[in-house]
């Protein structure tokens, strides 16, 4: 059996020293351990299992979370994975009460009469609770007042036997939500391994014929989408933003001249100048906030204004793991990271520009190196994702189908 703790600390390494790149390698990842994670927790029969993973799986993801805020395609899955236990959880207990139509009329009675233990109404309507605040967007009365972690049912034995049979469907039920909780895990990997796909199947319907398309930096959904477009015979140029200092543009470039598109390198500072001939701007996306902002690399901003400066539709394309349920302005967000000097001056060059007259060598240069930028949702024309198009006032019940309220601070 492995060491999951050991696993656990090998990816927060992996995460903390940067050795994962990209969101959808960082997502996979992540999912993937937290499958070993449930697949290895035991739960005593007297505790919760939902409850108890739960806890497990928040812990893990805290410390995931820790190990490189940035990335917050981590922070997306753990959540992803918390609201797939939840509706598990749900979907038993839901089951439960309706298997418990096995009382009498004579029981039914003494319910009704305030004798009996008013058992299946309440379960009903806690359920029936549950699953509206799992279905809805909360509301400001739900975040405030709180919900329960899961509906959970109360049960009062009379006899030994009848003790004894609870403790067997107990171990049966527990059973089978760890089995749907990693059903539902595997079912998440398969959709973060084809969102590409997905979003490439899209590419038809939004670029057309003699189309100039611009595009920023380096992003393996981008190609595939304008490559897919490509092969259902659509003629069209492209224009790739070499995204300087890093200049992963220039390997973008390079990949669509393999396909056999047209496609011509401009510098960052160009945007401006050559946007007037674009049909379209189509980015890759780093992240997708609640408000339907945009945590893309550094520069689209100015691509994006510039596309508004010239009424050029403004496209981000997304897979569902960087939607994030948070906004820029929560403080568990942590928008930007400065990168190395080094991809800017060599260290010869900054080397000579230390101030060694005064005694403390401090450095007249300052050096930064942002790795991203943030493109507000009045800049956004339209997001493709895996499960279509949509504007960016409509992302947040999107993100509300992915995620549990309760999971939003880990």
Same mark, same amino acid.
């Given at each position: 059996?492995?060491?999951?703790?050991?696993?656990?600390?090998?990816?927060?390494?992996?995460?903390?020293?940067?050795?994962?790149?990209?969101?959808?390698?960082?997502?996979?990842?992540?999912?993937?351990?937290?499958?070993?994670? =449930?697949?290895?927790?035991?739960?005593?029969?007297?505790?919760?299992?939902?409850?108890?993973?739960?806890?497990?799986? !928040?812990?893990?993801?805290?410390?995931?979370?820790?190990?490189?805020?940035?990335?917050?395609?981590?922070?997306?899955?753990?959540?992803?994975?918390?609201?797939?236990?939840?509706?598990?959880?749900?979907?038993?207990?839901?089951?439960?009460?309706?298997?418990?139509?096995?009382?009498?009329?004579?029981?039914?009675?003494?319910?009704?009469?305030?004798?009996?233990?008013?058992?299946?109404?309440?379960?009903?309507?806690?359920?029936?609770?549950?699953?509206?605040?799992?279905?809805?967007?909360?509301?400001?009365?739900?975040?405030?007042?709180?919900?329960?972690?899961?509906?959970?049912? @109360?049960?009062?034995?009379?006899?030994?036997?009848?003790?004894?049979? !609870?403790?067997?469907?107990?171990?049966?039920?527990?059973?089978?939500? !760890?089995?749907?909780?990693?059903?539902?895990?595997?079912?998440?990997?398969?959709?973060?391994?084809?969102?590409?796909?997905?979003?490439?199947?899209?590419? =038809?319907?939004?670029?057309?014929?003699?189309?100039?398309?611009?595009?920023?930096?380096?992003?393996?959904?981008?190609?595939?989408?304008?490559?897919?477009?490509?092969?259902?015979?659509?003629?069209?140029?492209?224009?790739?933003?070499?995204?300087? @200092?890093?200049?992963?543009?220039?390997?973008?470039?390079?990949?669509?001249?393999?396909?056999?598109?047209?496609?011509?390198?401009?510098?960052?500072?160009?945007?401006?100048?050559?946007?007037?001939?674009?049909?379209?701007?189509?980015?890759?996306?780093?992240?997708?906030?609640?408000?339907?902002?945009?945590?893309?690399?550094?520069?689209?901003?100015?691509?994006?204004?510039?596309?508004?400066?010239?009424?050029?539709?403004?496209?981000?394309?997304?897979?569902?793991? !960087?939607?994030?349920?948070?906004?820029?302005?929560?403080?568990?967000?942590?928008?930007?990271?400065?990168?190395? @000097?080094?991809?800017?001056?060599?260290?010869?060059?900054?080397?000579?520009?230390?101030?060694?007259?005064?005694?403390?060598?401090?450095?007249?240069?300052?050096?930064?190196?942002?790795?991203?930028?943030?493109?507000? @949702?009045?800049?956004?024309?339209?997001?493709?994702?895996?499960?279509?198009?949509?504007?960016?006032?409509?992302?947040?019940?999107?993100?509300?189908?992915?995620?549990?309220?309760?999971?939003?601070?880990?």
């Amino acid at each position: 059996m492995p060491d999951v703790q050991s696993m656990v600390l090998e990816f927060v390494n992996k995460l903390r020293k940067r050795k994962i790149e990209g969101s959808q390698a960082t997502a996979r990842c992540t999912v993937e351990l937290l499958r070993s994670v =449930i697949s290895h927790h035991r739960v005593p029969h007297h505790a919760n299992q939902a409850s108890a993973l739960i806890d497990a799986v !928040k812990a893990v993801g805290a410390q995931l979370v820790a190990a490189n805020p940035v990335e917050l395609a981590v922070g997306n899955v753990v959540r992803r994975v918390l609201h797939i236990i939840r509706e598990e959880d749900l979907s038993l207990a839901t089951a439960a009460v309706a298997g418990l139509d096995l009382l009498d009329a004579s029981d039914d009675d003494e319910d009704v009469n305030g004798k009996g233990i008013g058992y299946p109404a309440m379960s009903a309507a806690v359920v029936a609770a549950a699953a509206r605040s799992t279905l809805r967007p909360p509301s400001l009365q739900t975040l405030l007042e709180g919900t329960p972690e899961s509906a959970t049912v @109360p049960y009062t034995s009379s006899s030994g036997a009848d003790s004894e049979s !609870k403790t067997a469907d107990k171990s049966s039920i527990t059973r089978k939500l !760890k089995h749907d909780v990693i059903e539902g895990v595997n079912q998440l990997i398969h959709e973060i391994a084809g969102c590409h796909e997905q979003i490439a199947e899209q590419a =038809i319907e939004h670029i057309h014929q003699n189309e100039v398309i611009l595009t920023l930096g380096s992003s393996r959904t981008v190609l595939e989408f304008l490559c897919a477009a490509k092969e259902k015979k659509r003629s069209f140029r492209v224009f790739v933003a070499e995204g300087a @200092p890093r200049y992963q543009g220039h390997l973008l470039a390079k990949d669509l001249v393999a396909r056999g598109l047209q496609t011509t390198v401009i510098t960052d500072s160009a945007v401006f100048a050559m946007i007037s001939r674009v049909n379209m701007v189509i980015i890759g996306a780093h992240a997708v906030m609640a408000n339907g902002g945009v945590i893309g690399p550094v520069g689209v901003n100015m691509a994006a204004l510039a596309a508004k400066k010239h009424a050029v539709p403004f496209v981000v394309l997304a897979g569902s793991h !960087k939607l994030c349920p948070l906004y820029p302005h929560n403080p568990e967000v942590l928008l930007n990271e400065l990168r190395s @000097p080094s991809e800017l001056l060599d260290f010869g060059e900054f080397s000579d520009c230390l101030d060694f007259g005064s005694g403390s060598g401090s450095p007249l240069l300052q050096v930064v190196n942002p790795t991203f930028d943030y493109v507000p @949702p009045s800049l956004v024309s339209l997001f493709i994702t895996d499960t279509g198009g949509h504007i960016p006032s409509y992302m947040y019940r999107l993100i509300a189908d992915y995620y549990s309220a309760d999971d939003l601070v880990m």
